[in-house]
């Protein structure tokens, strides 16, 4: 069992950043592909970003390319977003999931492509 607690998030103002921490345990942190979603009020919840458990390679949804950043610290199991350039369709619980084999083109993206799941972390972006 993977347990994953996000933290980090808080109220920005637009064009602020944000840098959202999520820290796993239960598994080794290397064998471990790690993703960021995110949902909006009364929306689905949607794909931000993802990190191969390779730690070498990473995927992120057109709204956070150019804008957002994962990467992860085995030393200390966590992978972090860093999230710069902020605006108010940003406002959203963000969640940090995981899961214990290769992401894939078609699982990326996906929330069945993820076993596990964090308790979400709030982030509002003030116009």
């Known amino acids: 069992q993977v347990v994953l607690v996000e933290s980090g998030g808080g109220l920005v103002q637009a064009g602020g950043s944000l840098r959202l921490s999520c820290a796993a345990s239960g598994r080794t942190f290397s064998s471990l592909s790690m993703g960021w979603f995110r949902q909006a009020p009364g929306k689905e919840r949607e794909f931000v970003a993802a990190i191969y458990r390779s730690g070498t390679s990473t995927s992120y949804a057109d709204s956070a390319k150019g804008r957002f950043t994962i990467s992860r610290d085995v030393a200390k199991n966590t992978v972090y977003l860093q999230m710069n350039n902020l605006n108010p369709e940003d406002t959203a619980d963000y969640y940090c999931?995981?899961?214990?084999?290769?992401?894939?083109?078609?699982?990326?993206?996906?929330?069945?492509?993820?076993?596990?799941w964090g308790q979400g972390t709030q982030v509002t972006v003030s116009s």
């Open positions: 999931a995981a899961v214990g084999a290769a992401l894939t083109a078609w699982t990326v993206r996906r929330r069945l492509g993820y076993d596990y």
